[in-house]
């Protein structure tokens, strides 16, 4: 499924999982400037979850501008009116959770806080884990649509756990114990790290005269005039962060159907 920028409201009879479903796949709008922008907001490769959770952050940010008629002008079908989908977002567990794949004797512990990567927009990962040998530990590592294969080096006993040890790409630590050929499956999600008004003081820099004219037109006119004048004169941020992300949504909707 192909579909223009994911930033309008969630429909009230299916909510977040129609906006953004798991075979989403965002539009390229072929303007640089649109691109560097979505990128820092979504990241460069966001995974379902963490796109899910952004658009939780700044659709309260619109939703609180009174903005909302802008969105609706273009698809009066969308709302942000089903408080359970938000709630069972926000109220999801994020946490590290491991599965045994045999049922080989065997111990693992694992300690530490996955943090989501905003930059990649990333907030899952999980490891497959194997003990080789008693001194040899196979962690194959998946992150979105990528894949490392590791080998540690690392006393294992049969009884007890060895040392710990930092799984890839993550804070999370890991000590196991057993005998060879012993697999688990470990998994870990969290939230976006940035918050609304961190995200604000990331994006807001990078709005210069000439991505201003990509945002909003040379002489823009109708919902595109409006949130220019917004994003030029009103003193709020929630405002002039929304004039910013529905500019972004609407030329990237022109540029899709374009």
């Not at 796109?51 to 709302?79: A, F, G, M, P, W």
């Not at 540690?152 to 790409?169: F, H, M, Q």
């Amino acid at each position: 499924m192909r579909d223009w920028f994911p930033i309008y409201l969630v429909n009230k009879a299916v909510g977040l999982n129609e906006i953004a479903p798991y075979n989403f796949i965002a539009v390229d709008t072929q303007t640089p400037e649109l691109e560097m922008l979505r990128s820092r907001i979504f990241g460069t490769e966001p995974d379902t979850l963490f796109i899910k959770c952004r658009l939780c952050q700044l659709l309260s940010i619109v939703y609180n501008s009174d903005l909302l008629k802008i969105v609706l002008s273009e698809d009066d079908r969308l709302t942000w009116t089903n408080k359970n989908n938000v709630a069972d977002l926000v109220n999801k567990s994020f946490e590290i959770v491991s599965h045994a794949l045999n049922t080989i004797a065997g111990d693992i512990k694992v300690t530490g806080q996955h943090q989501a990567n905003d930059s990649e927009g990333s907030t899952f990962i999980q490891w497959l884990i194997e003990i080789v040998d008693s001194e040899t530990l196979k962690i194959i590592t998946q992150q979105g649509y990528s894949t490392w294969t590791t080998l540690k080096t690392l006393t294992i006993p049969e009884e007890g756990l060895s040392t710990s040890i930092l799984l890839p790409r993550s804070t999370v630590q890991l000590a196991v114990g057993g005998q060879a050929t012993k697999k688990w499956l470990i998994t870990a999600s969290s939230r976006p790290r940035l918050d609304v008004w961190a995200l604000w003081l990331l994006i807001s820099p990078l709005i210069t005269s000439d991505i201003e004219t990509v945002l909003f037109g040379e002489e823009p006119t109708g919902n595109l005039l409006t949130l220019k004048n917004v994003w030029q004169l009103h003193w709020s941020f929630l405002y002039r962060f929304s004039a910013v992300l529905l500019a972004i949504a609407l030329q990237t909707k022109e540029k899709a159907n374009g």
